[in-house]
């Protein structure tokens, strides 16, 4: 697992925007992905993009994490993710995806160190194993997480095809001022909800 550093971010006059950075870490699960895996939702494709009906295919989603289902013993756990769209590009200063998404996720992962906070953003790598109830369900290979105040969301995008009750906590959704470059804490709990009432969750949906 690698996290993304949260640093000061610096207003300057303008906004740039940059393909997407795999780490060091990261650039060996990125780079088994085929060009069609690298974008993974995007408004100028002629193909729409789905996270179902793709058992047995290795991945890479990014994805909000709305909570815990389960813990085992040994220190292994499944998330439950809120898939959003990327279509490859972000933001030079801070990682930008879509407030839209596919639908909800499971992933699997092993012991970690350090924690995976609630209502972060991440990018998973792996197999998609099985998919019930039109939930996916993926076993992780590597993740890469960004932190409140690292990510920003925009609303172009493909279609919502999301969780509607995530989408009841997106305030900012409803003044039609989604994009913010220079996110701070106010900013995240009007577009995703309050990290303390999202840990662990009875179920995708």
């Known amino acids: 697992m ?53 058992k047995g295919k290795f991945v890479s989603w990014f994805g909000v994490v709305r909570g815990v289902l389960d813990t085992k013993a040994d220190g292994t756990m499944t998330l439950l993710l809120e898939q959003k769209y990327f279509d490859g590009l972000t933001d030079c200063h801070i990682q930008l995806v879509s407030v839209a998404g596919g639908g909800d996720f499971q992933a699997m992962l092993g012991p970690i160190e350090g924690i995976i906070p609630p209502l972060s953003l991440v990018r998973v790598y792996g197999k998609v194993v099985e998919e019930k109830n039109d939930v996916p369900r993926v076993e992780i290979e590597y993740l890469r997480l960004w932190p409140w105040l690292t990510f920003t969301f925009t609303d172009m995008g493909p279609e919502d095809k999301g969780n509607p009750e995530w989408a009841k906590y997106c305030q900012v959704c409803k003044n039609g001022r989604v994009y913010n470059p220079y996110p701070d804490q106010s900013y995240y709990l009007n577009a995703l909800g309050d990290p303390k009432d999202f840990g662990t969750v009875p179920q995708a949906r």
Do not use: M, W
Request: aromatic fraction near 10%.
């Open 2 to 54: 690698d996290v993304q550093p949260v640093k000061e971010l610096k207003r300057t006059g303008s906004l740039g925007t940059c393909a997407y950075r795999p780490t060091e870490k990261e650039a060996p699960y990125y780079q088994k992905l085929d060009e069609s895996g690298k974008v993974t939702g995007s408004s100028f494709s002629s193909k729409p993009f789905s996270i179902h009906n793709k």
